[in-house]
């Protein structure tokens, strides 16, 4: 073998092994992305499962405000929906609704004393409370996954194996605007 050609094959297999390793940190990253999708939807499943039981106690009072309970059954249902089809844009949507609601649910509950007492409702609350706590960690993480696929993808000479091997975008988890605005605590109090 002359010397041109072990030249020329050299620098063939350290290209392929080049062309390897970033392919592998790609298939990395979009596994850290579903991996990361996969966490979030674990806690709004059992978010998704202790708001039904939520509901039902605050049902118990009559007088408790109908219509804040209507609009959570409706907006757990869009974020079911949304997480089953991982429709990540709807997701965010219905996920400020529903967080929305369940401020209010909480706000509106200081209004009856008795409902305040329970023990179911307290624990109950406590329980979501940590869920949303527990989905806003995995929604960070989830980004963070997102922003390095993202960032690998856009770059040279990463950009080339991706296209080749068709690596896609993935999209952030957003916040809609007006869960990033000021919350009007009195106005959660009016009724």
Same mark, same amino acid.
């Given at each position: ?5 072990? $030249? ?8 392929? $092994?080049?062309v390897i ?9 979009k ?6 999708? /996969?966490?979030i ?5 059992? +978010? ?7 509901v ?14 209507q609009?959570?059954i409706? /907006?757990?249902?869009r974020?079911?929906?949304a997480?089953? !089809?991982?429709?990540?844009? !709807?997701?965010?949507?219905a996920?400020?609704?529903?967080r929305?609601?369940?401020?209010q649910i909480?706000?509106?509950a ?16 406590? +329980? $979501? ?14 980004n ?7 960032? +690998? ?8 194996? /991706? +296209? ?7 999209p952030?988890?957003?916040? !809609?605007?007006h ?6 605590? /009195?106005?959660?109090? $009016?009724?």
């Amino acid at each position: 073998m002359s010397m041109g050609s072990a $030249i020329f094959w050299g620098v063939v297999l350290v290209a392929a $092994i080049y062309v390897i390793m970033l392919y592998n940190g790609l298939v990395q990253l979009k596994h850290n992305v579903a991996k990361s999708w /996969a966490n979030i939807d674990v806690a709004l499943k059992q +978010r998704h499962d202790e708001l039904p039981k939520l509901v039902e106690v605050c049902r118990q009072y009559k007088q408790f405000e109908q219509a804040t309970l209507q609009a959570v059954i409706e /907006a757990r249902s869009r974020v079911q929906s949304a997480r089953e !089809a991982q429709d990540v844009p !709807a997701l965010s949507r219905a996920e400020g609704t529903l967080r929305m609601g369940l401020g209010q649910i909480f706000a509106v509950a200081e209004a009856y004393p008795e409902l305040k007492a329970n023990e179911h409702f307290m624990e109950l609350q406590q +329980r $979501i409370s940590t869920l949303e706590s527990l989905i806003s960690d995995r929604r960070e993480l989830y980004n963070e996954s997102v922003n390095i696929n993202n960032v +690998r993808v856009d770059s040279f000479p990463d950009t080339l194996v /991706a +296209r080749f091997f068709r690596f896609g975008h993935h999209p952030l988890l957003e916040f !809609a605007d007006h869960e990033k605005a000021d919350v009007d605590v /009195a106005q959660l109090f $009016i009724r």
